[in-house]
């Protein structure tokens, strides 16, 4: 196995249990690993950090998986690894949901590794060459662990960009799922697209948060931007909305969201679905007047990284801005951010800032977070992508 030695004082970080060892890091090689290889790195004096994935074309140059040296990284290892991860699931999956995450990457010590679980369909994501490598192992375990119908590749194409990898998209194992494959969450049905949908197919990490919104919305006049398949919209009219508006745009989502409301046997009348950019559509509502009870603000990733973030904070700045004057007085606003770059503190400022140029008082009354199927490493906050405020504007 390869060896590599980390610079003089750069070992902090793998010996705080971080997981990723980046290029500038690195001494010395000793050897010519390939990408996706296992290698053991040292600290400049010679003491082992840990095992990790090697990869030369990535800025994370090693990313950690082990730090026992003990340990043999075998299939036998991944399936010990795994079954840890499936095992810590369990007391989500019930009558009312069978989807979530299985494992979710460094958080599960599978650093690349996603598999999300939809009915008795597995999407994986693979995004390390170091998961690359074991693939086959991978859906070996994940086969007789789960015993799924089918596993499908659903990886990301930038994060395998970064990797070096080429595109994957496709069956890996068993039978394709359907064009629209039926899935349960809170107790409620959503048809979802594997192959074509966004993500690896649905938005699992809002489970916990769309029914505490919920709870907030019987009776109520509710907004639900960015909807995608209706997550939001469906559990806030299962809990006696008296009507949503969905605004997305993308037409699959909405189509989607149609089909989902149908599922359910929700009442349609209650639902206006407009396919439109929020941030055009909010501007149209601020035109007419039109005023809602309660508001919610899911929108992509504005801050792919670090130095995206000045542009994303305007960004959020001016979208909880204008969701904020379309909001009765005492209306609830849920505000989410899924960019990893802009953390809990970061966001708090931004929604003060929307605030004051909204001219409107809020209060916090919760905090949103994402659920136990995506847990964070308390040494990797990298891993904290999504939070969420729900506000009461004044
Ligand atoms: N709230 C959803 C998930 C939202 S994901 C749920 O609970 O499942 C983000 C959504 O924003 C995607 O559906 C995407 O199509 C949509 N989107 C991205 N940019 C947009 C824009 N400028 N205007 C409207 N929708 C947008």
Known sequence: MVEIILKKGKEKAALQRHPWVFSGALEKVKGKPEDGDVVKVFAFDNEFLAYGYFNSNSRVAVRLLEWDETQTIDKNWYQNRLQQAIASRQFI????????????????????????????????????????????????IIKAELNPIGIFDKSDATARGHEGLPIENGLLWGENPPEFLEVKENGIAYN????????????????????????????????????????????????????????????????????????????AEKVTSIQSDVNKQLRAFKETGELFDVIVLDPPKYAPSRSALDRAARAYKDLNRLGMLLLEKGGLLATFSCSGAVDIETFKQIIAWAALDAGR??????????????????????????????????
């Open 93 to 140: 999956l019930s009558e009312d949901t069978n989807t979530c995450r299985l494992v979710f990457s460094e958080a599960d010590f599978l650093p690349g590794l996603i598999v999300d679980k939809y009915a008795n369909f597995l999407s994986l994501q693979i995004l390390s060459s170091g998961i690359e490598k074991v693939k086959a192992d991978i859906v070996d």
């Open 192 to 267: 979802i697209n594997i192959a074509d949908g966004q993500k690896s197919g649905f938005y699992c990490d809002q489970r916990d948060n769309r029914k505490i919104l919920a709870s907030y919305t019987k009776g109520k006049k509710v907004l639900d931007c960015f909807s995608y398949s209706g997550g939001f919209s469906l559990n806030a009219l299962a809990n006696g909305a008296a009507n949503v508006t969905s605004v997305d745009s993308s037409a699959l989502a909405l189509e989607t969201l149609k089909q989902n409301i149908a599922l359910n046997k929700f009442d």
């Open 361 to 394: 008082e809020v209060q916090i009354i919760k905090q949103f977070c994402q659920p136990e199927d995506h847990p964070v490493r308390i040494s990797f906050s990298e891993g904290e992508y999504l939070k969420g405020l729900l506000l009461r504007v004044l």
